[in-house]
């Protein structure tokens, strides 16, 4: 009897992994697929803020690829986080004389902060459109980008949308590791609960966050994340708790990313993402309980229990066949899902046959993440601390984050980028524009 009913708990873990065939194909029914539009059809302008820190090689396609979104973007900000590679001036002899150009320069990080979420609120602070577009340095506009995703936020009538890119892998480690570490992340963050407005459960990717101004203001800011191991969840968990309208979306035909170039920069980049995003340690424990049981099992359990029924024919015993048709079946269900998300993220897929090993290594990187969360150590990205906590915080008297900007608009120049408005930008998006449902 005990048999059987193990057998029937490992048959309901089968069905959840075919049922997220399911959830797979709900993506564009549901449109939670942004696509590109025409550079000249944006009906809003967007400031573009980059926090950079020694991002000297990385930096110039971004910035070209900003400079071809036309009018969709009205100004890009370029905060220089104490840089000593030259980063300003790459991104000066990028864009020459454009005038959308603004560097920042920040020499040093106020006791408390985190290096990222300082540096986005220091550039929304002298941001002067009426959106705000947080993008990383090693982003990569498509045509036409920028204004698919201000299109999309006005036609949902969105305060903040965080969205998924496609992914610019380049070497075997790439293909191998952070395809599989990123579908972990939705594993515990799906769309459907994080886009749900009762659902306490948030998410934002920092890579690309969009968000209406007047909304950033009034929640304070980046000041709920200043000293976090991420600023994105927290800063999307803080915005659902003001009221926001959030949204998370696939949009790799908006941009790509290329995050990290080498095994190392993989294994501690997505230690620090998993420590900061998973937050406690049970969930990576249970993380890594479900690839041993979930991927890796029938990944190598198919193969011989295949080599079982050819050396010794098929088992007598019905429980034994039941238990190796389960398992075959739980096989095809995890390539086929793994297939489908892969090519939905524009992943390359013939890594896959390698599967096995990226499940092992994966695994690796989760432990080194609950290492960290258990000894406290402090985690250091780019010689910087990342912040000590898991989870946002309050962001301080309501007052923040408008003494911030008031400091801002009262160096050179502040003010008056502040004020100054294009005769043509909108204070946001049309009111016909925003989604009649």
Same mark, same amino acid.
């Given at each position: 009897?005990?048999?059987?009913?193990?057998?029937?708990?490992?048959?309901?873990?089968?069905?959840?992994?075919?049922?997220? !065939?399911?959830?797979?194909?709900?993506?564009?029914?549901?449109?939670?697929?942004?696509?590109?539009?025409? +550079?000249?059809?944006?009906? @809003?302008?967007?400031?573009?803020? /980059?926090?950079?820190?020694?991002?000297?090689?990385?930096?110039?396609?971004?910035?070209?690829?900003?400079?071809?979104?036309?009018?969709?973007?009205?100004?890009?900000?370029?905060?220089?986080?104490?840089?000593?590679?030259?980063?300003?001036?790459?991104?000066?002899?990028? =864009?020459?004389?454009?005038?959308? =150009?603004?560097?920042?320069?920040?020499?040093?990080?106020?006791?408390?902060?985190?290096?990222?979420?300082?540096?986005?609120?220091?550039?929304?602070?002298?941001?002067?459109?009426?959106?705000?577009?947080?993008?990383?340095?090693?982003?990569?506009?498509?045509?036409?980008?920028?204004?698919?995703?201000?299109?999309?936020?006005?036609?949902?009538?969105?305060?903040?949308?965080?969205?998924?890119?496609?992914?610019? !892998?380049?070497?075997?480690?790439? !293909?191998?590791?952070?395809?599989?570490?990123?579908?972990?992340?939705?594993?515990?963050?799906?769309?459907?609960? +994080?886009?749900?407005?009762?659902?306490?459960?948030?998410?934002?990717?920092?890579?690309?966050?969009?968000?209406?101004?007047?909304?950033?203001?009034?929640?304070?800011?980046?000041?709920?994340?200043?000293?976090?191991?991420?600023?994105?969840?927290?800063?999307?968990?803080? @915005?659902?708790?003001?009221?926001?309208?959030?949204?998370?979306?696939?949009?790799?035909? *908006?941009?790509?990313?290329?995050?990290?170039?080498?095994?190392?920069? /993989?294994?501690?980049?997505?230690?620090?993402?998993?420590?900061?995003?998973?937050?406690?340690?049970?969930?990576?424990?249970?993380?890594?309980?479900?690839?041993?049981?979930?991927?890796? =099992?029938?990944?190598?359990?198919?193969?011989?229990?295949?080599?079982?029924?050819?050396? !010794?024919?098929?088992? &007598?015993?019905?429980?034994?066949?039941?238990?190796?048709?389960?398992?075959?079946?739980?096989?095809?269900?995890?390539?086929?899902?793994?297939?489908?998300?892969?090519?939905?993220?524009?992943? +390359?897929?013939?890594?896959?046959?390698?599967? &096995?090993?990226?499940?092992?290594?994966? *695994?690796?990187? =989760?432990?080194?993440?609950?290492?960290?969360?258990?000894?406290?150590?402090?985690? *250091?990205?780019?010689?910087?601390?990342?912040?000590?906590?898991? %989870?946002?915080?309050?962001?301080?008297?309501?007052?923040?984050?408008?003494?911030?900007?008031?400091?801002?608009?009262?160096?050179?120049?502040?003010?008056?980028?502040?004020? %100054?408005?294009?005769?043509?930008?909108?204070?946001?998006?049309?009111?016909?524009?925003?989604?009649?449902?």
């Amino acid at each position: 009897m005990l048999s059987w009913i193990v057998t029937g708990g490992y048959a309901l873990v089968v069905a959840g992994w075919w049922l997220r !065939h399911v959830l797979i194909s709900l993506v564009r029914p549901l449109d939670l697929y942004v696509e590109p539009a025409s +550079t000249d059809s944006a009906p @809003a302008r967007v400031s573009v803020i /980059i926090p950079a820190r020694n991002e000297r090689d990385r930096i110039s396609d971004c910035l070209r690829s900003l400079r071809d979104q036309g009018g969709a973007v009205s100004e890009i900000i370029v905060v220089d986080d104490r840089s000593d590679d030259g980063t300003a001036e790459v991104a000066r002899n990028v =864009l020459g004389d454009d005038p959308r =150009l603004r560097i920042e320069r920040v020499d040093t990080l106020p006791a408390g902060w985190a290096g990222k979420a300082h540096a986005c609120m220091h550039g929304a602070a002298v941001a002067s459109a009426e959106w705000l577009l947080f993008a990383d340095a090693d982003c990569r506009f498509a045509p036409g980008g920028v204004a698919g995703a201000i299109g999309y936020a006005c036609r949902h009538d969105i305060d903040f949308l965080s969205l998924w890119l496609a992914a610019d !892998h380049r070497t075997f480690w790439e !293909h191998m590791l952070i395809p599989l570490c990123g579908a972990l992340i939705l594993y515990w963050y799906p769309p459907l609960r +994080t886009n749900h407005p009762r659902s306490s459960l948030a998410f934002a990717n920092g890579q690309f966050i969009l968000v209406r101004r007047q909304a950033y203001e009034r929640m304070g800011g980046h000041a709920c994340a200043r000293n976090t191991v991420l600023e994105d969840i927290p800063l999307a968990t803080h @915005a659902k708790q003001a009221g926001l309208r959030l949204r998370s979306a696939l949009g790799p035909g *908006i941009a790509s990313v290329r995050m990290y170039r080498s095994f190392r920069e /993989i294994w501690n980049g997505w230690a620090r993402i998993f420590a900061g995003a998973l937050q406690r340690r049970w969930k990576l424990l249970a993380s890594v309980v479900s690839l041993v049981g979930g991927s890796l =099992l029938p990944s190598i359990g198919a193969p011989l229990a295949a080599l079982a029924v050819l050396a !010794h024919g098929w088992p &007598p015993a019905t429980l034994h066949a039941t238990l190796m048709v389960l398992l075959w079946t739980h096989c095809v269900a995890v390539y086929s899902v793994s297939y489908r998300l892969w090519g939905l993220c524009h992943c +390359t897929r013939r890594h896959l046959l390698l599967y &096995p090993v990226s499940v092992v290594l994966v *695994i690796g990187i =989760l432990l080194r993440a609950w290492w960290w969360l258990t000894t406290r150590q402090p985690i *250091i990205w780019r010689g910087t601390p990342t912040g000590s906590r898991t %989870r946002g915080q309050p962001p301080g008297p309501p007052a923040t984050f408008r003494n911030r900007a008031a400091a801002a608009g009262s160096a050179p120049g502040g003010a008056d980028r502040r004020n %100054r408005r294009r005769p043509d930008e909108s204070s946001s998006c049309p009111t016909d524009a925003a989604d009649p449902r």
